[in-house]
């Protein structure tokens, strides 16, 4: 499976470099080209790492030579007759500090990865590992009397009478999988006279309505759904549209080299027709924050300035009171019909996307840099 001899085993590589930045990802590569959705992006960072003059890998955790304590990992290689830049694997000293680029919840949870990754441990800090989920998120946040008024009533789904009680409070109300993603399995409580109707949402799409009675009723529907998985029920905001669509405001914050916390991104995602959640790679669109300055109903400045009461405040207290040492997540708020700032969903590993049309090429720049900058901030402190 490598694409070259095995290297000294000195310490050094071929390049006479040691890497001070690993990237830890599933790598697929082909004549020397990155493959799949995330190849591109992992090309980006290698890229990031040369252009700070810092010597990067990204890594396969399945390529750790544990009795060695060495890994084979992809360094920048030439380009291509096409122009590409290539990638060749290297034997490698494990870098001090790594930054989790693993996108696959499962992978994450095997046994395989997390003995691989309590062995880097020992030797590398490593950076934005695992993922949270929507219960851990809330509670971490409720700690903030300053977040806390921006938090949407939210409890765990423990049986008929915890859905009970938001049916009674609530006109809309969404049960969520606390481990879910892209809007996948979200199902949206809405009263219809003396009933409710219930839509869930899959990869196929928004499903037919279901109508019920009462919270037993629905529960009864959904039980098989709620039992396999734990879930949160969440008060449904009645979010501010645009063009008739729902959106959510995305923020991308990132930490600087010196472990500062500051915004990278920040736009709309508008959901698409008929949908009622806005994840861009359901059919969501991505737009401008100045697309809301001809909207009536809404200040724009007010808003600006309640994303900057809160854009801080949510990675900071995340941060202390997971106990995890982050260096990005993506943040959505949503934004009532009445202007009013409420926190969505944060994650801790936010899609990044290695090119734009209607966006700054200088912020998809920033968004790979940051964490390469981050990293080697941290570097130059292990080695103080």
């Known amino acids: 499976m490598m694409s070259e001899p095995l290297l000294s085993l000195c310490g050094m590589t071929r390049h006479g470099r040691v890497p001070q930045v690993g990237i830890m990802a599933r790598p697929r590569v082909v004549n020397g080209i990155f493959q799949g959705k995330q190849g591109p992006l992992l090309l980006r960072y290698l890229e990031a790492a040369e252009r700070e003059h810092a010597f990067a890998c990204v890594f396969d955790p399945t390529a750790i030579q ?25 034997d490698l000293v494990i870098p001090s500090v790594i930054y989790d680029q693993i996108i696959s919840r499962r ?3 095997s046994k395989a990865f997390i003995e691989a990754r309590d062995y880097l441990k020992q030797f590398a800090v490593i950076f ?3 993922y949270f989920d929507k219960w851990e998120v809330h509670t971490w946040l409720s700690v903030s009397s300053h977040i806390r008024p921006y938090l949407p009533h939210t409890a765990r789904v423990t049986g008929v009478d915890s859905l009970r009680a938001f049916l009674q409070t609530h006109e809309t109300v969404f049960i969520k999988p606390i481990h879910g993603s892209l809007g996948l399995g979200i199902i949206r409580l809405q009263r219809v006279g003396d009933g409710w109707n219930a839509i869930l949402r899959t990869r196929q799409g928004i499903g037919r309505a279901i109508e019920g009675r009462n ?8 039980k098989t759904r709620l039992l396999r998985n734990p879930h949160i029920v969440q008060e449904g905001i009645e979010l501010a549209q645009f063009d008739g669509r729902p959106f959510d405001i995305r923020l991308l914050m990132q930490k600087n080299r010196e472990g500062q916390w500051k915004r990278t991104k920040l736009y709309l995602r508008v959901a698409a027709e008929g949908d009622f959640t806005s994840n861009l790679t359901t059919g969501g669109q991505a737009l401008p924050l100045s697309a809301l300055e001809e909207d009536p109903r809404l200040s724009l400045q007010a808003l600006k300035r309640s994303i900057r009461q809160v854009e801080t405040l949510i990675p900071t207290c995340i941060e202390e009171q997971s106990n995890r040492t982050l260096g990005e997540m993506g943040i959505d708020l949503g934004v009532s019909e009445m202007g009013d700032l409420y926190v969505i969903e944060v994650n801790s590993k936010p899609w990044k996307t290695p090119m734009t049309i209607s966006g700054s090429e200088q912020l998809v720049d920033l968004s790979f840099l940051r964490p390469i900058r981050f990293a080697l901030g941290l570097t130059s402190a292990r080695q103080r």
């Open 107 to 109: 992978y994450d949870c």
């Open 215 to 222: 919270a037993r009723v629905l529960y009864q529907h959904f």
């Open 66 to 90: 544990a009795q060695r304590k060495r890994l084979f990992g992809y360094v920048l290689a030439k380009r291509n007759e096409a122009g590409e830049r290539e990638v060749e694997l290297a």
């Open 128 to 130: 934005n590992g695992g």
